[in-house]
């Protein structure tokens, strides 16, 4: 299996997925960290993949997505963003939208604390 195929099969058979440097319990970078914080905080189930593990996957997430950057937020196998999207997206509220349209289970009232500690 190539590297895309085993991208692909992640972001298809999984709800929420991230790939990042380090892992949800262990983030090795201060962006995947603020990423994972907020998945974690808000309550969100989510895949982590850790790139630094697999250079094919870290190379191949960049091409996947055509995002240069990572951590890389996938929602029901579409991508979302980096994390200045995904923090403007909690700030804003859409990523509460986007996971609601989705199906996938957040705390409310965890979303709702971030915003006000960060008006």
Do not use: H
Not at 37 to 59: C, K, S, T, W, Y
Not at 75 to 102: P, Q, R, Y
């Amino acid at each position: 299996m190539t590297a895309q195929d085993q991208i692909k099969e992640t972001v298809t058979s999984n709800d929420v997925v991230l790939f990042m440097k380090g892992t949800k319990s262990m983030p090795q970078c201060g962006f995947s960290s603020r990423v994972a914080g907020v998945l974690n905080f808000m309550g969100v189930e989510f895949n982590d993949v850790n790139v630094l593990a697999d250079e094919e996957i870290r190379q191949g997430i960049k091409d996947y997505s055509d995002w240069p950057t990572i951590p890389q937020l996938y929602v029901k196998g579409e991508f979302v963003g980096g994390c200045d999207i995904i923090t403007e997206m909690t700030l804003s509220g859409e990523l509460d939208t986007l996971f609601a349209e989705n199906g996938v289970t957040f705390d409310q009232a965890a979303a709702d604390k971030i915003r006000e500690a960060n008006a």
